[in-house]
Structures are given as structure tokens and as C-alpha cells.
């Protein structure tokens, strides 16, 4: 079992930056793809980014070039830079993980149904 707790949301104006934090308890991350989902009201959930167990990051491309996913095996810790933030960002953000029992797959999962554990969701506020 996997408990994830996300840290970082908060409010900031357009144009600003965040990171976020998900920290992992109960097992170690490096044989976990992780990968952060948002959900803004009324809209479905949605992946923003994605880390294999190797290190491999992938983003849709609505974000790609302002966030930046990394990892932290050591600290059992992923993160999401968010850069050059647009009120269209605004959502409740997620951290996944999905036990691979490889720490070399390079596989980048992005589907919300590949992941088995979540954390409880972190908010991210921008104004424009």
C-alpha cells in the first residue's frame, strides 16, 4: 500500500510559477510510474504529466514547455515545476502511482485508469 500526499497548491497570478510535492509513504518510489492529474469543475480529469520508474517524462502538449515533472527516489518524492501559469490551469491537482516492479521501464503511463494509487488532491489557483 501507497500513500500519497501532495503539497505546493496555492494562488498566484498569471504569468507565475508553483511546485508541487507528492511524497510517498509507506514504500519506496523507484519501481512506481508516477504521474500528476488535474481536474478543474465541471470538466473531466485530465494527466498532465507522467514519469517512468526510469526517469522518462511525457506531457500533453497543453502544458509541455511550462511544466516539468522530476523525481526523487531517495526522498520517495515526485515534483511538478509549473512555469508561465494561465488562469486555465486552475484545477485540483493529483498524484499517481502505479507499481511497475521495474525500476527500468520506460513506459509513460497516461491514462487515469492505469494508476492505483492517488493522493488527495492539492489546489491550484490562478488569476489572470
Known amino acids: 500500500q501507497v500513500q500519497l500526499v501532495e503539497s505546493g497548491g496555492g494562488s498566484v497570478q498569471a504569468g507565475g510559477s508553483l511546485r508541487l510535492s507528492c511524497a510517498a509513504s509507506?514504500?519506496?518510489?523507484?519501481?512506481?510510474?508516477m504521474g500528476w492529474f488535474r481536474q478543474a469543475p465541471g470538466k473531466e480529469r485530465e494527466f498532465v504529466a507522467g514519469?517512468?520508474?526510469?526517469?522518462?517524462?511525457y506531457s500533453p502538449d497543453s502544458v509541455k514547455g511550462r511544466f516539468t515533472m522530476s523525481r526523487d527516489n531517495a526522498k520517495s518524492t515526485v515534483f511538478l515545476q509549473m512555469n508561465s501559469l494561465k488562469a486555465e490551469d486552475t484545477a485540483v491537482y493529483y498524484c499517481?502511482?502505479?507499481?511497475?516492479?521495474?525500476?527500468?521501464?520506460?513506459?509513460?503511463?497516461?491514462?487515469?485508469?492505469?494508476?492505483?494509487?492517488w493522493g488527495q488532491g492539492t489546489q491550484v489557483t490562478v488569476s489572470s
Open positions: 509507506g514504500r519506496t518510489l523507484s519501481r512506481y510510474g
Open positions: 514519469i517512468s520508474s526510469s526517469g522518462t517524462t
Open positions: 499517481a502511482a502505479k507499481n511497475v516492479y521495474s525500476s527500468n521501464s520506460y513506459y509513460v503511463r497516461t491514462q487515469s485508469a492505469e494508476y492505483d494509487y
